[in-house]
Nanobody, 117 residues
Framework: QLQASGGGLVQAGGSLRLSCTFS?????IAWFRQALGKEREFLSV????????SYADSVKDRFTISRDNGINTVYLQMHSLKPEDTATYFC???????????????WGQGTLVTVSS
């Protein structure tokens, strides 16, 4: 139901936009990441119509989440990337928009982002 794409290699300070295509209608979509050897980290979530968003403090000034329901896609625009942003990025969906550590129903397969110094 979800597929993330757009990862790749970028230099520190650069930008990258991730895409998550989904087939679940009216679901909130979130982005997470997991670096090697670390726990999965919540990044951002957008509600079903794009009017409500929430961000982790670690990325709120650099990342922007948005969605285009016309093409069933959620984006994560990332700016000022740092080597510590290197991770596999996942999108996930749940029916209700809730901020904080809540379970998500559907998960995509992940896309790798590598930020070089």
């Amino acid at each position: 139901q979800l597929q993330a794409s757009g990862g790749g290699l970028v230099q520190a300070g650069g930008s990258l936009r991730l895409s998550c295509t989904f087939s679940v209608a009216n679901y909130a979509i979130a982005w997470f990441r997991q670096a090697l050897g670390k726990e999965r980290e919540f990044l951002s979530v957008v509600n079903w119509n794009g009017e409500s968003t929430s961000y982790a403090d670690s990325v709120k000034d650099r990342f922007t989440i948005s969605r285009d329901n016309g093409i069933n896609t959620v984006y994560l625009q990332m700016h000022s990337l740092k080597p510590e942003d290197t991770a596999t990025y996942f999108c996930a969906a749940r029916y209700t928009f809730i901020t904080g550590p809540v379970p998500y129903t559907y998960w995509g397969q992940g896309t790798l982002v590598t930020v070089s110094s």
